[in-house]
């Protein structure tokens, strides 16, 4: 596995309103991790982001880890939804 991807995985929640939020961190995670095992990725983090993605420049934490990905600290970031993962960022 010396030539082996490395991904970060994450998940966020983009309210405080549970009835709004489409799937809760918990799912997100449990989907991801089930992708990740079943392709052989191998995971270097997993961060959680609990913010509104309404103001372009919010999402600290997923522009912290697009930096990281630059860096070449992983290969990049599973998405289950590719659209979505860029929305506001």
Same mark, same amino acid.
């Given at each position: 596995?010396?030539?082996?991807?490395?991904?970060?995985?994450?998940?966020?929640?983009?309210?405080?309103?549970?009835?709004?939020?489409?799937?809760?961190?918990?799912?997100?995670?449990? *989907?991801?991790?089930?992708?990740?095992? =079943?392709? $052989?990725?191998?995971?270097?983090?997993? &961060?959680?982001?609990?913010? !509104?993605?309404?103001?372009?420049?919010?999402?600290? *934490?997923?522009?912290?880890?697009?930096? =990281?990905? $630059?860096?070449?600290?992983?290969?990049? &970031?599973?998405?289950?939804? !590719?659209?979505?993962?860029?929305?506001?960022?």
């Amino acid at each position: 596995m010396a030539d082996a991807k490395r991904y970060f995985l994450y998940a966020r929640k983009s309210t405080d309103a549970e009835d709004k939020q489409v799937r809760s961190i918990d799912a997100q995670l449990s *989907e991801l991790h089930e992708f990740a095992q =079943r392709n $052989e990725l191998v995971i270097v983090e997993i &961060i959680i982001e609990k913010k !509104s993605a309404k103001t372009q420049g919010k999402r600290r *934490e997923f522009n912290q880890m697009l930096d =990281r990905i $630059e860096r070449g600290e992983a290969d990049g &970031i599973p998405a289950r939804h !590719s659209p979505w993962i860029g929305s506001t960022n």
